[in-house]
């Protein structure tokens, strides 16, 4: 991504979205009345992290990613998830419990055939969370985005005047 001033001292990264951030900011920008282009000559070179992640664990943070993107979505006056076909609307609309559910026990099943007991167990874990504690968390933390994005604008009006850092927020 590629930020201007305008975006970036407007519009903050969701702390409660660690996991498809960008996709994420995207969404919020649009809310907030800002667009995204595309460049085709810009090129991207992703370097993830070394530690190998476990299926089920990536999977844990899209169900808490998704659910809590779509509780969010309430609140947006500016945005549908029909305006985010194909993705991340596909993750986003009335099924998602049902998929995250049917995903988690499929995962097990297989975690059991190969005697992978720890993603055994973690994947059942993830069926009982799209119930419990992914609605919580997107319910608490859906509001306090916005109580954080007002923080923020604020906050970004006084990054100018830190001496560390004027030389750098305001070369642009």
């Not at 201007?4 to 979205?17: G, M, Q, R, V, W």
């Not at 476990?54 to 947006?76: A, G, N, S």
């Amino acid at each position: 991504m590629v930020l201007h001033k305008n975006i970036y001292t407007k519009l903050s990264f969701d702390p409660n979205c660690p996991r498809g951030e960008d996709t994420d900011y995207m969404i919020n920008a649009k809310q907030f009345g800002f667009e995204f282009l595309l460049d085709n000559k810009l090129k991207i070179k992703h370097l993830p992290p070394k530690k190998s992640v476990q299926y089920w664990d990536k999977l844990r943070q899209d169900i808490y990613r998704f659910i809590y993107t779509r509780e969010k979505l309430k609140y947006f006056n500016k945005i549908s998830i029909r305006q985010l076909e194909p993705y991340p609307a596909i993750f986003l609309k009335d099924d998602l419990d049902y998929r995250a559910v049917v995903t988690s026990v499929n995962y097990a099943k297989r975690s059991l055939k190969r005697k992978d007991y720890v993603s055994y167990k973690e994947s059942f874990k993830n069926a009982e969370l799209v119930f419990k504690d992914a609605k919580v968390h997107a319910v608490v933390n859906a509001p306090r985005y916005f109580e954080f994005q007002k923080l923020w604008q604020e906050m970004m009006k006084d990054v100018p005047n830190l001496k560390g850092l004027r030389k750098h927020f305001n070369r642009f």
